[in-house]
């Protein structure tokens, strides 16, 4: 039987179209649980454990730590420069429970049923075989844990599930 969610072989390798310009970056640092993911607040659960896929200079996942009070997260990025920045970010915040690591969110380094959530702000659309990345995703996820995504598709938007905070 054909695996047809395996678009791998015709799929175009995965590219960050914006790069890690200076410029690009300084977009990214005002970034916030608030002002970008304020839709998993409710979910945030005193000592969980969260893996922040495509961290980028990590300003929403320490902001997540913080708001995981004894949790711990994981931030991952393909790129080890932006990893180094993250880390260091977290450093001068004073953010001991914050770790970050070059990741390959088709081969996530963790074992089964790791993490009780997985976040990723605009990472999907990078992405040559999303499907195959929620795929490694769930498996990484405790059962019943919390994939969430904030991404944006440029030919529409859409917006589900209605959840209050997703959009001000």
């Not at 047809?4 to 790069?19: M, W």
């Not at 916030?32 to 200079?57: F, Q």
């Not at 991952?76 to 990741?103: K, P, T, W, Y």
């Not at 969110?105 to 790791?114: E, I, K, R, S």
Request: glycine share 10%; net charge negative; charged share 20%.
């Amino acid at each position: 039987m054909t695996d047809l969610t395996d678009n791998s072989a015709s799929a175009p390798p995965d590219e960050y179209i914006h790069g890690h310009h200076e410029s690009v970056l300084r977009s990214h640092t005002w970034r916030t649980v608030a002002n970008s993911a304020a839709y998993l607040i409710p979910k945030l659960r005193t000592g969980g454990v969260l893996l922040d896929v495509g961290c980028g200079p990590g300003t929403i996942t320490v902001d997540l730590v913080r708001r995981l009070a004894h949790g711990r997260v994981v931030g991952i990025d393909a790129s080890s420069g932006i990893i180094v920045r993250a880390a260091g970010l977290a450093a001068d915040e004073g953010v001991h429970n914050a770790s970050f690591q070059v990741g390959d969110v088709y081969a996530l380094d963790f074992a089964d049923a790791t993490f009780d959530i997985v976040h990723a702000h605009q990472v999907l659309q990078h992405l040559a075989d999303p499907v195959a990345a929620m795929a490694e995703i769930r498996r990484v996820l405790h059962p019943g844990g919390v994939f969430a995504a904030r991404d944006l598709d440029y030919g529409g938007v859409m917006i589900a599930p209605t959840i209050d905070g997703l959009v001000d």
